[in-house]
């Protein structure tokens, strides 16, 4: 009796259990999201804002941007997806690389 409980009670989770796999009509689209910093050259000494940001994260194809002001402490983690921007004290950007 018991044994029938929980098998009664799997049932359903079992009929759900392929629903979500993908197959050729259900592919999502992968977005590449790795950084190249190749271009970029010429947002050196523009003055960094949001929407330079998103200008400079367009370009490079990053999909996250980290900024780093004077004095920041930053981790030395390598992630090809993310653009580092590094500005002084006047917001004047000073370098940019892909990590």
Known sequence: MR???MMAALLPLAACA???EEGPG??????DGKCRDESLS???????????????MAA???KTLRWG???????????PDRLTVLYDE???IKSLSCS
């Not at 259900?26 to 977005?31: D, K």
């Not at 002001?69 to 992630?79: E, I």
Request: aromatic residues 2%; charged residues 10%; without cysteine.
């Open 18 to 20: 392929g629903a979500g």
């Open 60 to 62: 490079s194809g990053a």
């Open 26 to 31: 259900n592919t999502p689209p992968v977005a």
């Open 90 to 92: 006047k917001m004047v």
């Open 3 to 5: 044994m029938a409980m």
């Open 42 to 56: 010429g947002f050196v000494g523009q003055t960094a804002t949001a929407d330079l940001g998103a200008r400079m």
């Open 69 to 79: 002001g004077p004095n920041t402490a930053m981790t030395m983690d390598l992630r």
